[in-house]
């Protein structure tokens, strides 16, 4: 029997081992690096830009010449996965979820459809399931994993917008708080709703949405002749951790008939620890919630997901069927993932969760998570003790605010660039309350005591105070 001819681009195994481990030599030293590494980097950068912009030759180049190539363009820039790195929300990204998209994209199985990779379908549903249930979301719930929590909070106001409104829905109105993230305001415009459709309620002192205040829009709206039907909260705000009164939420969507969403892209995972899961309480009661395991399970970027109470309603707001496709999966154990998204085609994103959990075990992560809950705690007493400093919010979460005492904004951008100047840490800024505050979220997986401690020295330093 004549042997089939390979293709060109698959090498002999030797030569696939030899490259996978040219790639793992990389790989291990960039982790290795990170420790050392500054937490920013723009030297020479571009020139590096400039050469990255050529054409790709007709001929091969080594595969060496080019991973020398990548490893100096992933060195440019902000590291996120750098230890130091405590702005807007770090993404360290794990070994193991790298190995798992290495695997996913080697066997390259679709799984848009269960019936294409039942197996590896059911591999992704069991750890959608893992996590209805940890948030305690009932069966017929359904979960669904996205490229980030823009998209997760896309497809919920989606699915509120069809199930609460059907297909006359331009009077339909949607109450976010002043701290919510801009995906929302971006995803009811994406999804078809006029520009004023979105109502921003004030916040309170602690930067919790002012339900009280909703409350009186809400029936304001009503009396103008428009519809009310979704309210969004925070479990974790981009500013400043806040988690906004879920109960409370829940009570006021269950008496106006709204569907509640919670965004809990930053702070959701922390249901993982006991103190996280006293602040979220509430969060059972939502209609959908948007994680990102791209933070708090410390995933590579690209890792979103969306979990929404009632499956079936996720489903009529998203499936759409062709006669060239196999037929619809009716299976609530293996379902058709596109018939839960906007996507078809879709990579196997489940196997960059299953395989860390799987491998570290669940206790893990939440000891993980806890020891940056202590952090930020630490934190925000030793800022708080520097004279020099006002820190205005106690940490619910793992993200601390804080801004120069007395001075300008500029001032506080001054103080930003010399806490950054050490490459040691790298900090963000956000304007809030009508004043800069400076940023410090403590998520990295990478991010223990000695590199936080050193942190807070820095600070200290910086704003006179050492």
Known sequence: MTAEPRSPFDPPRDEMRSMGHEVVELAARFIEERYSAPTSDYSEVQSLLQSLSAPPSQGPTPLGDLLRTIEGAASKGFDPANPGFVAYIPGGGLYAAALADFLACVVNRYTGLSRPAPALVQMEASVLRWLCDLFGLPEEAQGVLTPGGSMSNLSATVTARH??????FLEGTIYVSDE????IAKSARIAGLPSGALRVVPSDEALHIDLVAARAMIHKDRRRGHKPFMLVTSAGTINTGAVDPLLDAADLARDEGLWLHVDGAYGGFFQLTERGRKRLSGIERADSITLDPHKGMFLPYGTGCLLVRDGSLLRAAHETHANYLPGLSEDPGLPDFSSFSPELTRDFRGLRLWLPLHLHGVAAFSQALDEKLDLAVYVFEELEAISELHV???PELSLVA????AGTDEDAHRLLER???SERVWLSSASFREKVHLRMCILSHRSHRDRIREGV??????AGGG
């Open 163 to 168: 199930a609460m409104l059907g297909e006359r």
């Open 180 to 183: 919510i993230h801009h995906s």
């Open 392 to 394: 205005p919010w106690e």
């Open 402 to 405: 804080f801004r120069p005492r």
């Open 419 to 421: 806490i950054n100047a």
């Open 457 to 462: 020295e820095i600070i200290r330093v910086a």
